[in-house]
């Protein structure tokens, strides 16, 4: 069995989810087509990114993951397949692999740039397909890609840190309008060194501790928690917090750190 992911920025809506599974279906039809998400903001691949590398390592060994997320060939020159962390990854050169990984994939496959433009606009209807049934297959890689580096040199994570204030991003908004912040646990205690500590989320209004589950609040206030992912989440216990609290994906969050 083979498991293949897409992420794109789709939406519900559209068609393209489908043509992808249906093409990866004709071609491998053993395999097993999961969805990851399909409404990521358009172009945001900081939101793609941070989605995907909290969701891969969920999956076996070998899976393969299409990101459909800002694959203007014009604009990033590459397409590339990247093998990390025995997972496979088939995207632009975009900086999304940048945004992803802390050190930069040394396994790098460069797609024919000859095959790229023969796949026109919907590439990932094509040339992508091929790559995912080439690599369920163990067909070599040669014939379609050379060995190449990223060439992107991106790594816009949008964080800003200095030694008593951390500045974040919102980059996902759950179902339950719960708000996570690319800010994980490891990095907040290093910064914080046993300070006390503020998490400014809009204005003037602040959040002065981390609680371990969701009832540690009462019920409608807000709270901040370091989810299953280790990731700073900013939520209300029994209500919507990006709502209620005026939360938005984009939005800066301040994180700022005191002396005892």
């Keep these: ?123 990932e209807n094509g040339l992508f397909t091929q790559v995912a049934s080439m690599l369920c297959h163990q067909k070599p890689m040669e014939s379609i890609a050379q060995k190449g580096v990223i060439k992107n040199n991106s790594h816009a994570q949008a964080i800003e840190i200095n030694d008593s204030v951390i500045r974040a991003k919102v980059v996902f908004i759950d179902g339950f309008y719960n708000v996570f912040v690319n800010i994980n646990k490891e990095m907040f205690e290093y910064v914080r060194k046993n300070r006390t500590f503020k998490i400014f989320y809009y204005g003037k209004e602040y959040i002065d501790k981390i609680v371990n589950d969701y009832s540690e609040a009462k019920p409608g206030e807000d709270l901040a928690l370091f989810n299953a992912n280790n990731y700073l989440e900013i939520a209300m216990n029994r209500g919507q917090a990006s709502q209620l609290l005026g939360i938005k994906i984009g939005h800066t969050i301040i994180i700022e750190f005191f002396d005892k």
């Design 1 to 123: 069995m083979n498991y293949i992911s897409l992420i794109s920025d789709y939406g519900n809506a559209s068609h393209y989810a489908a043509s992808i599974k249906g093409s990866l279906y004709k071609s491998i039809s053993h395999a097993q087509v999961i969805d990851i998400s399909h409404t990521i903001t358009p172009f945001d691949k900081l939101q793609a990114a941070f989605i995907l590398k909290n969701t891969y390592k969920n999956f076996p060994n070998g899976s393969i993951h299409l990101i459909c997320i800002d694959l203007n060939f014009q604009l990033y020159k590459q397409m590339i397949v990247v093998e990390h962390d025995n997972h496979f990854f088939i995207t632009a050169d975009n900086g999304i692999i940048n945004l992803m990984f802390d050190e930069l994939p040394k396994e790098v496959w460069v797609l024919n740039r000859d095959l790229v433009l023969k796949a026109g606009a919907f590439i």
